[in-house]
């Protein structure tokens, strides 16, 4: 591709087990470019399996970004992403002639990056210790009665079974000392480059089916022996999370094998459904339905992305 004068951001996204990293390594590779990973849980180390990281072979072919660089202890946001993210993306426009491709499907990430995110404090090792104090002792309720004093409005909003979502607010509130929905604006913020944002599209048959496939690759694969190798530290932040949860309710006795099996591949699908929600609610994304190579993407970049629009 000729060298732009105003760099363009190419965001690869869709439902997990959608064909993502593949895709992404093809544009790239078209585009000679770098990809910046937007996984909230393969930015960590010691979970290549579970979270379905590229492959040794795949980084090898395409120089990835915010993959594997976390340990398990290590605290991580979406607003940590928007600003990692925005200081490799200079250099790998120089170095590629003004393109770097996004890949994942981390929605809030992709979010931060693509439109910027409120500027909130740093949340301190503290205020962590007696969030999760407080989750350990009290619970999922524990964690909504708090915010229900602390924050009513972001309460009445917040999904109450996603509990990143609540930890997170408390976070915020306690470190700021004011409310979490008072420090949203909603603003845009703009970009010193062009986007231009691609989603993978299939029957929900064929997506359900590819995740209860990927999932018996997992287990296969040694993703047994990766949980078994955190085991002792499951109550980090970065291993709640689809996986390893039923996989260590598995080991402590609590269901067995093929009942944990099951409940990753359901909690994998209803994952893939909020992704195909937020997915239609931004009328922004060209969705294209797979099979998708990467010569749809370069015509699509060639069509709607010229030097001079935004997207």
């Known amino acids: 591709m000729n060298r732009r004068e105003r760099p363009l951001l190419v965001v690869i996204t869709g439902p997990t087990a959608s064909g993502k990293t593949s895709l992404a390594i093809d544009v790239a590779r078209r585009l000679g470019c770098e990809i910046i990973s937007a996984d909230s849980r393969q930015i960590f180390r010691d979970l290549p399996v579970g979270t379905a990281a590229p492959t040794a072979t795949e980084l090898t072919a395409v120089l990835h970004h915010l993959v594997g660089t976390l340990k398990l202890d290590d605290y991580y946001s979406a607003s940590c992403f928007e600003s990692d993210a925005l200081a490799l993306l200079p250099g790998i426009f120089d170095r590629s002639g003004g393109y770097a491709v996004v890949c994942g499907g981390s929605m809030m990430y992709v979010d931060a990056l693509v439109n910027g ?82 989603a993978i599209e299939m029957p929900r048959e064929e997506l359900f089916d ?19 190798r955190v085991y002792d530290r499951r109550d980090l932040n970065s291993l709640n999370t689809v996986g390893y949860k039923e996989l260590f309710a598995w080991l402590d006795g609590k269901m067995d ?29 060209f969705r294209l339905p797979a099979p998708v190579s990467a010569d749809d993407v370069i015509r699509i970049i060639s069509r709607r992305a010229s030097p001079t629009a935004q997207s």
């Open 117 to 198: 995110i409120d500027e909130m404090p740093t949340v301190s090792a503290d205020v962590r210790d007696k969030v999760a104090r407080l989750a350990s002792e009290q619970g999922a309720e524990g964690l909504l009665a708090l915010l229900e004093i602390c924050d009513p409005d972001y309460y009445a909003e917040v999904d109450h079974a996603n509990i990143k979502r609540v930890i997170h607010a408390l976070e915020i509130t306690m470190e700021a000392g004011t409310p979490y929905s008072s420090l949203r604006t909603g603003r845009r913020t703009a970009r010193e480059f062009d986007i231009v944002k691609v």
């Open 210 to 228: 590819r995740i209860n496939r990927r999932v018996d690759n997992m287990i296969a694969g040694g993703m047994i022996e990766e949980a078994r």
């Open 257 to 285: 094998f093929d009942t944990a099996v099951a409940r990753i591949k359901k909690n994998t699908r209803v994952y893939a459904k909020k992704q195909l929600t937020w997915l239609r609610r931004d009328p922004s994304v």
